[in-house]
């Protein structure tokens, strides 16, 4: 959420496509793109029609968008990289995480980067002083130095926000509420968005938003969504469903199961751990003899230079020579994408989903 010509503006994604109000005309023209709903990657709106854009083109390059001033409002040296996450705030403020080449050894790190309210960065420094930027699940900056930050160590923390919002987080948090996603307006602090792990979702929009059509975009096909996730899980309203944080420094990834699913032995790209934005893809794979439940997990990773193959190579042991990862490319071989990492610290779980 950000504001364009003195008006509160969003846009959100779902399933069931994009929906926004009131962007700025470059920003709507992009984003009204035949199929991009699909090809989106990422984006942030901030104030003043300030916002970025990333998606995936027809010829499967990542491409940045963002409006005339999006570069010199983040403000950084990308080494050779990019911007992965970012989060707009008011009076300059900006938060983010980047991905870079060292030009020492050639890897691809990944980083925090931006101008943070100062009692933000002083307190994440003291509840989380070794903190990743990989751990952080959200941050959010809201009018007058407001912010809220999620993270994968500790339940989220705040400061500046609005009465109501901190009773209502305070009364979720103290029922057993996961926090996943939450959204402040840079320009209003009576505009915000919680998202939590069951579905669930609070809000406090503008009157003159249309909150019929919002709910309807989101609730009508999903009963768990993870926005920010390059993972998605949808299921059925009827069907049972539960997600359960996970520790992000457990392993739970055996080169020595690659192959070993029912009539899926087939290692198209060699012995990796492969994963899927597609859960239909990934439920194909699941073994479930001694449950009723069947399980998917959400993962973060860390993908570094990616080579797109649309022909599979069953000879693969390691990482092709000169990249970090493959890309398998929808075509004549493969109907749903697929990306094969070949170390094990490239990929954390977040979460485990349990579903029948």
Not at 76 to 87: F, I, N, Q, S, Y
Not at 181 to 194: A, F, G
Not at 254 to 280: C, E, M, V, W
Request: hydrophobic share 35%.
């Amino acid at each position: 959420m950000g504001d364009y010509n003195g008006r509160p503006n969003f846009l959100l994604k779902s399933a069931t496509g994009l929906l926004w109000k009131n962007l700025p005309p470059d920003l709507e023209a992009l984003v009204s793109m035949p199929n991009m709903a699909s090809a989106i990657r990422n984006f942030a709106l901030g104030p003043r029609g300030l916002y970025w854009y990333t998606y995936q083109s027809v010829n499967d390059v990542i491409e940045q968008r963002g409006s005339s001033n999006v570069w010199s409002v983040l403000a950084e040296d990308w080494k050779g990289g990019c911007p992965l996450r970012v989060t707009f705030g008011p009076d300059g403020y900006v938060w983010g995480e980047k991905e870079w080449m060292d030009p020492n050894t050639g890897g691809h790190l990944v980083q925090a980067f931006g101008k943070q309210p100062p009692k933000l960065t002083s307190e994440s420094s003291k509840r989380h002083p070794s903190l990743k930027s990989f751990e952080i699940n959200f941050v959010a900056l809201g009018k007058a130095s407001s912010w809220v930050v999620g993270t994968q160590l500790s339940g989220p923390f705040w400061s500046g926000i609005p009465k109501k919002l901190e009773e209502t987080m305070n009364r979720e948090i103290g029922a057993g509420q996961l926090i996943v996603n939450l959204v402040l307006c840079p320009m209003r602090e009576d505009i915000y968005w919680i998202e939590y792990w069951d579905g669930t979702i609070d809000f406090s929009l503008p009157t003159d938003w249309d909150l019929n059509a919002i709910g309807g975009h989101i609730m009508q096909h999903v009963n768990v969504k993870v926005f920010r996730s390059p993972f998605e899980v949808l299921a059925s309203p009827s069907s049972s469903t539960s997600l359960s944080p996970l520790n992000p420094q457990d392993s739970l990834y055996d080169f020595g199961q690659a192959g070993h699913a029912p009539n899926r032995n087939f290692l198209r790209f060699g012995k990796a751990i492969y994963t899927s934005s597609a859960s239909s893809k990934s439920d194909d794979y699941q073994v479930s003899e001694r449950s009723q439940y069947r399980s998917l997990i959400f993962a973060r990773m860390v993908k570094g230079k990616s080579k797109q193959m649309a022909k599979g190579d069953k000879t693969l042991q390691t990482n092709p020579a000169g990249y970090d990862s493959v890309d398998g490319i929808v075509g004549k071989e493969l109907n749903y994408d697929e990306t094969c990492l070949y170390v094990k610290d490239a990929i954390r779980p977040a979460f485990l989903v349990l579903y029948r």
